[in-house]
């Protein structure tokens, strides 16, 4: 039986992965392993009693939960957290840099023959737009325009500037957002890559 749930889709891209010779990939991939069902634990995402649902690309992958969008704010801060001790006591060549994007959306959600399934543009989307980060920005957090707008109404301590759209292989546009905590998580980023018209969301705690 079908039915309509709405997700949040969280991407993860480790950055410079395919150059890393086979052990360090076990490694990097073991320690992302850690920080997502630690932040995962921690940020309550199986409070819908439903588990959150990892989908690996080898460079990282998707976490699909069906909770509070608002949890994500707090998987952020921890998986961030995580990954800051670990590159503060690490040589630079062992460091671990992520690059995350999350979207928000309806989906058709069923047991299929593979396992549950999941039909809709939520995690197409938030493929799209991970994809199409800049390389430029080491442990950036992005989110779609439809997060934002539950951002908005959430009252949290998040800062949010408009960056310019992304326009996917499909042709379709895509406006994201440069998501930033401080402290906690996300970059600043120059004017160069900002929205001709950024809006900048801000709210404080």
Same mark, same amino acid.
């Given at each position: 039986?079908?039915?309509?749930?709405?997700? =949040?889709?969280?991407?993860?891209?480790?950055?410079?992965?395919?150059?890393?010779? &086979?052990?360090?990939?076990?490694?990097?991939?073991? /320690?992302?392993?850690?920080?997502?069902?630690?932040?995962? +634990?921690?940020?309550?995402?199986?409070?819908?009693?439903?588990?959150?649902?990892?989908?690996?690309?080898?460079?990282?992958?998707?976490?699909?939960?069906?909770?509070?969008?608002?949890?994500?704010?707090?998987?952020?801060? &921890?998986?961030?957290? +995580?990954?800051?001790?670990?590159?503060?006591?690490?040589?630079?060549?062992?460091?671990?840099? #992520?690059?995350?994007?999350?979207?928000?959306?309806?989906?058709?959600?069923?047991?299929? /023959?593979?396992?549950?399934?999941?039909?809709?543009?939520? =995690?197409?989307?938030?493929?799209? &737009?991970?994809?199409?980060?800049?390389?430029?920005?080491?442990?950036? #957090?992005?989110?779609?325009? &439809?997060?934002?707008? /539950?951002?908005?109404?959430?009252?949290?301590?998040?800062?949010?500037?408009?960056?310019?759209?992304?326009?996917?292989?499909?042709?379709?546009?895509?406006?994201?957002?440069?998501?930033?905590?401080?402290?906690?998580?996300? #970059?600043?980023?120059?004017?160069?890559?900002?929205?001709?018209?950024?809006?900048?969301?801000?709210?404080?705690?």
């Amino acid at each position: 039986m079908e039915e309509t749930k709405f997700l =949040i889709v969280i991407g993860l891209d480790i950055e410079g992965y395919t150059n890393k010779p &086979i052990i360090q990939q076990l490694k990097v991939q073991k /320690k992302l392993e850690d920080w997502v069902l630690k932040a995962s +634990e921690e940020a309550k995402l199986s409070d819908s009693g439903v588990a959150p649902k990892w989908i690996d690309t080898g460079d990282g992958g998707f976490l699909i939960y069906e909770t509070d969008y608002l949890k994500s704010l707090t998987f952020f801060e &921890i998986f961030y957290r +995580e990954l800051d001790r670990h590159n503060d006591d690490v040589k630079d060549e062992a460091k671990i840099l #992520v690059r995350a994007a999350v979207h928000c959306d309806d989906a058709l959600h069923w047991q299929g /023959k593979l396992g549950v399934r999941y039909a809709g543009n939520a =995690i197409n989307v938030c493929a799209r &737009i991970l994809n199409g980060m800049l390389r430029s920005y080491s442990n950036q #957090v992005v989110c779609s325009g &439809i997060y934002m707008e /539950k951002i908005m109404q959430g009252g949290v301590a998040v800062k949010g500037r408009r960056m310019q759209d992304y326009v996917d292989k499909h042709g379709v546009g895509h406006a994201v957002w440069n998501m930033q905590k401080v402290p906690g998580f996300g #970059v600043e980023l120059e004017t160069d890559h900002l929205h001709e018209d950024p809006h900048e969301w801000r709210f404080e705690s």
